[in-house]
């Protein structure tokens, strides 16, 4: 008995570092969007700057 409720436990632990890390997927992909042209813009300056085309 002791066993199975550490293993219901061990799966609800691996239940919320999925949905963690699908909240900070969403998160991220939402900061690229609404900034994702002057991320490039930056990397364009740079590319630039060391004599790039």
């Known amino acids: 008995?002791?066993?199975?409720?550490?293993?219901?436990?061990?799966?609800?632990?691996?239940?919320?570092?999925?949905?963690?890390?699908?909240l900070i997927a969403i998160v991220v992909i939402g900061i690229l969007t609404v900034l994702g042209g002057r991320v490039s813009e930056v990397f364009s300056d740079i590319n630039s700057g060391l004599g790039g085309d």
């Open 1 to 22: 008995m002791l066993q199975s409720f550490f293993a219901k436990e061990e799966g609800q632990g691996l239940v919320e570092y999925a949905l963690i890390l699908v």
